[in-house]
C-alpha cells in the first residue's frame, strides 16, 4: 500500500515563499514519476509540475521561473519550492506518485490528501 503525505501549506503574503513536501513509502522501482497539482476554488484540477526518475522536469506556464520541483530519492521525498508567490497561486496543492511505461501510459498512480496554500495581497 503506497502512501503520499503532503505538507508544508499555509498562508504567505504576495511575493512571499513557501515548500511543499510530499514523503512517500513508494519508491524509484515502483513509481518513475512524481508529480503536484492545484485546484482552486470553482476550478479544475491542474497540473503544476512533474519530475521523473530521470530528473526531465515540466511546469505549466504559469509557474515557470517561480516554481522549482525536486526530490529526494533516499528519502522517497518529493518536493515542490514556490517563490515569488501570487493570489491566482491560491489552491489545495496535491503530490501525485504515478508509473508511467515506454508509450508514456500511466499505469497506477497515488494521491496526498492535499494541502492548502492561500497567498494574500
Known amino acids: 500500500q503506497v502512501q503520499l503525505v503532503e505538507s508544508g501549506g499555509g498562508l504567505v503574503q504576495a511575493g512571499g515563499s513557501l515548500r511543499l513536501s510530499c514523503a512517500t513509502s513508494?519508491?524509484?522501482?515502483?513509481?518513475?514519476?512524481l508529480g503536484w497539482y492545484r485546484q482552486a476554488p470553482g476550478k479544475q484540477r491542474e497540473l503544476v509540475a512533474t519530475?521523473?526518475?530521470?530528473?526531465?522536469?515540466n511546469y505549466a506556464d504559469s509557474v515557470k521561473g517561480r516554481f522549482t520541483i525536486s526530490r529526494d530519492n533516499a528519502k522517497n521525498t518529493g518536493y515542490l519550492q514556490m517563490n515569488s508567490l501570487k493570489p491566482e497561486d491560491t489552491a489545495v496543492y496535491y503530490c501525485?506518485?504515478?508509473?508511467?511505461?515506454?508509450?508514456?501510459?500511466?499505469?497506477?498512480?497515488?494521491w496526498g490528501q492535499g494541502t492548502q496554500v492561500t497567498v494574500s495581497s
Open positions: 501525485n506518485a504515478a508509473k508511467i511505461n515506454w508509450r508514456g501510459v500511466t499505469e497506477y498512480e497515488y
Open positions: 513508494a519508491s524509484i522501482f515502483s513509481v518513475n514519476r
Open positions: 519530475i521523473t526518475s530521470g530528473t526531465r522536469t
